[in-house]
């Protein structure tokens, strides 16, 4: 009877060491890559034709808050300070150099479907939500200038803000009972415009791959 009182508390305290059940609220920090897969669009007249962009990765600190809705399906909004990114000539415009920065606030909301039982310290997830893009503190370089004004006054510029749709694939690993660690990859399907203060404007698309790795406590 001894032996089976404790075979089964041992059971029970197995059961909830890595719990992510339905009413879990959990908080993350962490590490984020952005990296923009840029096709863009040619640079509008009065411009050399195939005068494009191109656009660096960035990567910071960042976050994320969960609410366990059930015990698998999971409410996650990603934190964070934002990115900042430079954009560079290419195509006819490559030798120019860098041409500009700016910043995004990328603002996002992913319902995911969390595999396996709540107990279970292995857990992929699917995960699909909107992104709310914001640019900005968009500043122009001198070799924007020289592209689109040369001689003239220097050119300003704007990065509209987008929504856009995001997926995301993820593994969790639970430590003990309060911590885990969550890895995870995230897509967003993003179009935006640029627009200068010349009258030009730029197409491009920016279909960013975000690799996240961090370090959760549930309460």
Same mark, same amino acid.
């Given at each position: 009877?001894?032996?089976?009182?404790? !075979?089964?508390?041992?059971?029970?305290?197995?059961? +909830? $060491?890595?719990?992510?059940? !339905?009413?879990?609220?959990?908080?993350? $920090?962490?590490?984020?890559?952005? %990296?923009?897969?840029? &096709?863009?669009?040619?640079?509008?007249?009065?411009?050399?034709?195939?005068?494009?962009?191109?656009?660096?990765?960035? *990567?910071?600190? &960042?976050?994320?808050?969960?609410?366990?809705?059930?015990?698998?399906?999971?409410?996650?909004?990603?934190?964070?300070?934002?990115?900042?990114?430079?954009? *560079?000539?290419? #195509?006819?415009?490559?030798?120019?150099?860098?041409?500009?920065?700016?910043?995004?606030?990328?603002? &996002?909301?992913?319902?995911?479907?969390?595999? #396996?039982?709540?107990?279970?310290?292995?857990?992929?997830?699917?995960?699909?939500?909107? *992104?709310?893009?914001?640019?900005?503190? !968009?500043?122009?370089?001198?070799?924007?200038?020289?592209?689109?004004?040369?001689?003239?006054?220097?050119? &300003?510029?704007?990065?509209? %803000?987008?929504?856009?749709?995001?997926?995301?694939?993820?593994?969790?690993?639970?430590?003990?009972?309060?911590?885990?660690?969550?890895?995870?990859?995230?897509? +967003?399907?993003?179009?935006?415009?640029?627009?200068?203060? +010349?009258?030009?404007?730029?197409?491009?698309?920016?279909?960013?791959?975000?690799?996240?790795? #961090?370090?959760?406590?549930?309460?």
């Amino acid at each position: 009877m001894k032996h089976t009182t404790i !075979a089964l508390a041992i059971l029970a305290a197995a059961s +909830t $060491a890595y719990a992510q059940k !339905a009413g879990t609220i959990s908080l993350e $920090a962490g590490v984020t890559q952005l %990296s923009p897969q840029v &096709t863009s669009g040619d640079l509008s007249a009065p411009a050399f034709p195939n005068t494009k962009a191109d656009v660096s990765s960035d *990567t910071g600190l &960042t976050g994320a808050a969960n609410y366990m809705a059930t015990d698998n399906i999971a409410v996650n909004v990603p934190l964070g300070l934002g990115f900042k990114h430079t954009i *560079t000539g290419a #195509g006819r415009a490559e030798g120019f150099g860098k041409l500009a920065e700016v910043r995004v606030l990328p603002i &996002t909301v992913l319902a995911q479907y969390r595999f #396996g039982q709540a107990s279970s310290q292995f857990r992929p997830y699917l995960g699909a939500g909107l *992104t709310y893009a914001k640019f900005y503190k !968009a500043t122009g370089s001198a070799a924007l200038t020289a592209l689109t004004n040369p001689g003239g006054t220097p050119t &300003t510029l704007t990065v509209e %803000s987008k929504l856009a749709p995001t997926v995301q694939l993820g593994l969790l690993f639970g430590i003990n009972e309060k911590w885990f660690v969550n890895a995870h990859y995230a897509k +967003t399907f993003l179009k935006t415009k640029t627009n200068f203060s +010349t009258g030009q404007t730029q197409d491009i698309k920016l279909d960013p791959n975000a690799f996240s790795l #961090g370090v959760g406590y549930k309460f």
